[in-house]
């Protein structure tokens, strides 16, 4: 852990790191992809930092979790990632949250709530789900609103260029 962190409260330490997701999820902006990021802390170092890919990869699976996961066991030739908390921008869908108890993280930390689809609190609550043999810690609402924004900003901007395009083909047809 570099010094600067050490002087730092738990908190102070998770806003750190989801500052640091908060960059991935602004690199997938900028790319048209989803905009969330990524962080997998390994004793107190990034190891680990992706974003949403996927468009980019046209994998289904491609989400910014999953990429950490894989490459953190990558890097740290187990499938346990005991030691490790993840970071991530938004509430991990269901997907997410399954990859995350398989692989025995520790500790997850994430900014703004999926209403829609999250599976930690909002539609399903799978990281505490009473009958799995695993129950990462965890701490909702890291920079949430940072995290939510980036979404809204993504999607609005979607929305708007849907419509200049639907506008212009519009007028295409009727300059035929
Ligand atoms: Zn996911």
């Known amino acids: 852990m570099t010094k600067d962190l050490c002087t730092l409260n738990e908190q102070g330490r998770d806003e750190y790191f989801m500052t640091e997701a908060l960059k991935e999820g602004k690199k997938a902006y ?6 969330i990021g990524a962080i997998l802390v390994h004793n107190g170092e990034i190891i680990s930092r992706h974003h949403n890919r996927r468009e980019l990869d046209q994998d289904a699976t491609a989400h910014a979790e999953v990429l950490v996961i894989r490459e953190a066991c990558d890097l740290l030739k187990r499938w346990r990632l005991t030691g ?13 949250a399954g990859a995350i108890i398989n692989s025995r993280i520790d500790r997850v930390v994430y900014g703004a709530s999926d209403y829609k689809g999250g599976a930690v609190e909002s539609l399903f609550n799978v990281l505490s789900h009473p009958g799995l043999n695993h129950e990462p810690q965890l701490q909702a609402g890291i920079l949430a609103d940072e995290c939510a924004q980036l979404m809204k900003d993504f999607f609005k901007e979607r929305r708007k260029s849907r419509r200049s395009t639907q506008e212009a083909e519009g007028s295409a047809l009727e300059m035929r």
């Open 84 to 96: 490790c908390t993840l970071y991530v921008t938004i509430e991990p869908c269901p997907m997410c």
């Open 30 to 35: 900028a790319l048209g992809e989803i905009p």
